[in-house]
C-alpha cells in the first residue's frame, strides 16, 4: 500500500519558517531484518521518520533499539528490507549501484564513535579532509583550499599537518567532522561522535556540528547517550523496539531553548507509545482508561479512582 506521508500532521512546537522548510527525509513503515543462520533479527519493524532539511536532531535509546541499523540506511551502507525511505531526490530502496556511490560520495558525510575508524593514520589532518575530494576527482588546489577552510572552521587551523595520532581523541572527532563535511554533504550522520572524549571535547564537537549545521544548513543527525548534546539539538527522538517512540522538541530563539515539549509518536494505526518512565511513575499496566476531552485526552492507570470520585470495580461494564 502507498501512502503519502506528506499528509502526517506536524506538532505544533515547529514555527512558520521551520515548517515551511521542506521535507528532507521520509522514513515511511521502513522494516530491516537481519538473516543469521536460520534467525531473523527484525532491527526495524516499521519506523516513521520526518526529517526536514536543514534540522539538528538527536537519535536516543537503549541499546539494539535500531539506531545504527537506521544509520547505515541513511547512509547508504545498507539496504531496508521493506518500507520507503527517501533521501532528498534518493528513494534508497531503488538505488543503483552506480547511484548508491554517488549518494555515498557526495550526499552523505559519516562521523562515527570510534576515532580510529574517522581517519587514516598515516595522513595528515589536511590529508585525510582532501581525500574524499581526491576521489570525487576535485582539483588540487580546490580540495587543498576546501580541506584548509573546513579545518579552520572546526577550530584546528593550526593542527593541519598533525597526523591523528597526535592530536586529542576530541580534535580526532572534529577532524573526522571536516572529512565528513569534504564532498558538502547535504545529510551529516554522527554515530555517537562523543562517546570516547571527556566533557569539554564533547562541547566542543557538538559546538562544530551546530555551527556547520548553522554555516552550511547541512541536515544533522546524532546519535547518543549523552544527554548534554540531546539536550542542546532541536529534537530528539526516542527509539525503542526498532520504531520512533517518543519526540522531545524545543524551541530556541537564537542559541537560547525557550520552551520544551515531550511528544509521543502517534503511528498511522493510531498506535501511541507512552514514554517508559510514565508508565513506571503511574504504574500503568495492560489497559489504561481514556477520556477524550475537548482538546486533548486523558490517560488514566485502570486502577486509579476515576476523577468522579467512583473506582473502577463500580464499572457495570457498559463501556468494555
Ligand atoms: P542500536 O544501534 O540501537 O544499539 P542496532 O541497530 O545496532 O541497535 O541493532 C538493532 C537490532 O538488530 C539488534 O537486535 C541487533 O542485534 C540486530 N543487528 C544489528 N546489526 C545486525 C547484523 N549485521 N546482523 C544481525 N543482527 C544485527
Known sequence: MTHDITAQALPPYADASEADRPLFIECDNLVKIYKVADLEVVALQGLDLLVREGEMMALVGPSGSGKSTLMNILGGLDTPTAGRVRVGEYNLLEMTRRDQVFYRRHMVGFVWQQTARNLLPYLTARENVELPMALAGFPARERHERAADLLERVGLAD????????????????????????????LLLADEPTGEVDNTSAEQIFHVLRTLNQEFGV?????????????????????????????????????????????????????LQLPEAYIEALDMRDRVRLRLEESHVQVWPEHHARPNGERPHEDNGAEE
Open 159 to 186: 593542527r593541519m599537518k598533525h597526523h591523528p595520532d597526535r592530536l586529542s581523541g576530541g580534535e580526532q572527532q572534529r577532524v573526522a567532522i571536516a572529512v565528513a563535511m569534504a564532498n558538502r554533504p547535504r
Open 219 to 271: 541536515t544533522v543527525i546524532i546519535v547518543t547517550h549523552d544527554m548534554t548534546v540531546a539536550t542542546r539539538v532541536d529534537r530528539v527522538v526516542g527509539m525503542r523496539d526498532g520504531r520512533t517512540s517518543t519526540e522531545i522538541l524545543r524551541r530556541r530563539e537564537g542559541d537560547v531553548a525557550v520552551g520544551e515539549e515531550e511528544y509521543a509518536i502517534l503511528d498511522r494505526a493510531g498506535r
